[in-house]
């Protein structure tokens, strides 16, 4: 089993930054390609952010590529996304998600294939 647990949102004004980090336990974390989605009100849950266990490879949704950064620290066993530029559009409940894998290049963009997800949390941006 594993634990993921998001922390970093909160309200903010457009064009500022952010920084989520989502801090996994209970296994063995480099197994796990990591992603990051967001819900908004009343819509559907979306992809956000990929990365590969081995942090070498990412992918993003068109929405965010250029403003939005994933990264991870295996050592911490930690996954962060940087949200620069922020957009009131970008208003949601942000989630980690990690799909166990045994490809360290692999990178997850479908919600269905993750097996583990965090609480989520919630980023508010102000125009």
């Known amino acids: 089993q594993v634990q993921l647990v998001e922390s970093g949102g909160g309200l903010v004004q457009a064009g500022a930054s952010l920084m989520l980090s989502c801090a996994a336990s209970?296994?063995?974390?480099?197994?796990?390609?990591m992603g990051w989605f967001r819900q908004a009100p009343g819509k559907e849950r979306e992809f956000v952010a990929a990365?590969?266990?081995?942090?070498?490879?990412?992918y993003w949704a068109d929405s965010v590529k250029g403003r939005f950064t994933v990264s991870r620290d295996n050592a911490k066993n930690t996954v962060y996304l940087q949200m620069n530029s922020l957009k009131p559009e970008d208003t949601a409940v942000y989630y980690c998600?990690?799909?166990?894998?045994?490809?360290?290049?692999?990178?997850?963009?479908?919600?269905?294939?993750?097996?583990?997800w965090g609480q989520g949390t919630q980023v508010t941006v102000s125009s």
């Open positions: 998600a990690g799909h166990v894998t045994p490809d360290t290049i692999r990178v997850v963009t479908t919600r269905a294939e993750y097996d583990y």
């Open positions: 209970g296994s063995t974390f480099t197994m796990l390609s």
């Open positions: 990365i590969s266990w081995s942090g070498g490879v990412t």
